[in-house]
């Protein structure tokens, strides 16, 4: 798709070629010197652009032309708020090796596209330290068909800010590797609308896996497909090369997620990389909906920072996962266990017959144990290093007979070494305890509080 290199400016100038007429191309390197500097002064009057002041019969050619427009020189794009935009075509790539950085503003605005392969595609030919490429600002992208909306290849220094996406059958944003890497692409405040993925990480091609220093902050997700990861880590490439978003940042997840979706699929190279503020919710009937699925790691592991995620109907990690503890060894950053428990859905068990009761401490932060029989013996089964610390919430319930006895742990500790012993009928007695050094030490309990 060609277009008008520039468009014209407040003083009714074009960039002409020698006979007078304007001169057509989607490169600015293709461009004599002359007609460069005669595009940058045109340029200069018009820094901020808006598609429709260029010529195109559709939204995409307007827009297509407003780049190239901007050409060398690069400036703002700016799409009208409570206008929507129609594209029925891709974008031509941008290359921003060739080209200077753009601006997207799209407050307001929504661009509905309706091909299947990526509508708007963001590269670089050169690796140039320091190239300003792209930068969206707000509006609604969708894209019912797509593979992808946004795809970025070699490419980095792009930044995504309060952009909402709805590609239901791809990817919001797809990072591909193909000769070079891409680093530092920010996505700040995205908000997810049945995204299949939000952003995925590809090798095509590349020896290179680098994906560095990506942040994703503040998103905001919702509903999914079943299987497929909202924040997807593909492995597999070229001689086994994986995608390695290490010194990364996935910092404050919220949102509702259909059964069966996961947040994050973790694998590749991520050392380095730290993940926190996780809150998401599924429906109470899911059964598949789930925080990780763990893949091939290699190198160092990631880390989880700060207060363990709050999730509510959500298993911690896929059962297909290579391993049930990928953040490295038991250490404990900001008093959270790393590899100890993680999920804010209590472990239950009930007891028709007197017994025991295995409390997988690994997989959960609470457990309700209903008693229609005695608990004979009960024991925390867990993996936590020495150094490690967590906390650990078990209940037990009586049925409406009462009268149920239980033993605690042995390896539990209680405030004047004496633990509770209530059996009232329909009533929970609870300690909460947190792991010290081999041994689980009281910090609260509740006993005799009535259930009904």
């Known amino acids: 798709m060609a277009a008008v290199i520039a468009g014209t400016s407040d003083s009714g100038s074009t960039v002409v070629d020698g006979k007078g007429a304007p001169v057509v191309t989607t490169n600015p390197q293709d461009l004599s010197s002359t007609q460069q500097q005669q595009a940058a002064r045109n340029i200069g009057t018009v820094r901020t652009v808006e598609p429709e002041q260029f010529g195109g019969s559709t939204d995409d050619e307007q827009l297509a032309n407003a780049f190239a427009a901007l ?12 206008k929507t935009y129609t594209w029925h075509d891709a974008v031509p790539t941008m290359d921003w090796s060739k080209r200077g950085g753009v601006v997207l503003t799209a407050w307001g605005a929504t661009v509905e596209y309706s091909g299947s392969g990526p509508a708007f595609t963001s ?7 320091g190239t300003q490429t792209l ?18 290849i070699d490419s980095g220094n792009h930044l995504f800010y309060r952009c909402r996406g709805e ?15 891409s680093e530092r692409n920010h996505f700040v405040e995205l908000e997810d609308h049945n995204c299949r993925e939000v952003i995925r990480f590809t090798i095509d091609g590349s020896i290179h896996a680098s994906f560095a220093r990506t942040l994703v902050k503040d998103l905001r997700l919702q509903g999914g497909t079943a299987g497929y990861p ?24 919220v949102g509702n997620i259909a059964d069966g979706v996961i947040i994050a699929r973790l694998a590749g190279g991520m050392s380095g990389t730290q993940i926190s503020r996780i809150q998401v919710e599924s429906q109470q ?21 700060g207060e363990p995620p709050v999730l509510r109907n959500l298993l911690v990690f896929t059962d297909d ?29 009930t007891l028709q017959q007197a017994g025991t009761v295995s409390v997988p401490a690994d997989l959960c932060n609470a457990a309700i144990i209903m008693l229609n029989a005695p608990c004979t013996r009960s024991e925390i089964v867990s993996t936590l290093d020495q150094a490690a610390s967590q906390s650990l919430t078990i209940a037990f319930q009586q049925g409406v007979a009462g009268g149920a ?29 947190v792991f010290s050094h081999g041994v689980w030490l009281e910090v609260a309990r509740a006993e005799g509080v009535p259930i009904a």
């Not at 590269?123 to 330290?129: K, L, N, R, S």
């Not at 997807?232 to 995608?243: A, E, M, W």
Request: hydrophobic share 40%.
């Open 405 to 433: 006895s239980y033993a605690w742990p042995s390896n539990c500790r209680f405030a004047k070494a004496k633990p509770p012993t209530d059996t009232t009928p329909m009533t929970q007695t609870s300690v909460t305890f």
């Open 135 to 152: 930068t969206v600002l707000g509006g609604e992208w969708v894209a019912p068909s797509a593979d992808s909306f946004f795809t970025i």
């Open 321 to 349: 996962s290579t391993t049930q503890n990928p953040f490295g060894p038991n250490v404990a950053l900001g008093g959270v266990a790393l590899g100890g428990a993680l999920s804010g859905t209590p472990y239950k068990a």
């Open 71 to 82: 050409g060398a020189v690069g400036g703002v794009i700016r799409l009208r708020p409570g």
């Open 230 to 253: 909202k924040i997807n880590i593909v492995t597999g490439g070229v001689d086994g090369v994986f995608p390695a978003p290490y010194d990364s940042t996935f910092d404050g997840i």
């Open 167 to 181: 590609v239901p059958n791809g990817t919001f944003v797809h990072l591909s590797n193909r000769q070079f890497w």
């Open 123 to 129: 590269t670089q030919t050169a690796t140039i330290a």
């Open 285 to 305: 009937t899911s059964t598949k909906a789930a925080v990780f699925q763990v893949g091939d790691l290699q190198g160092k592991l990631p880390v989880l920072i």
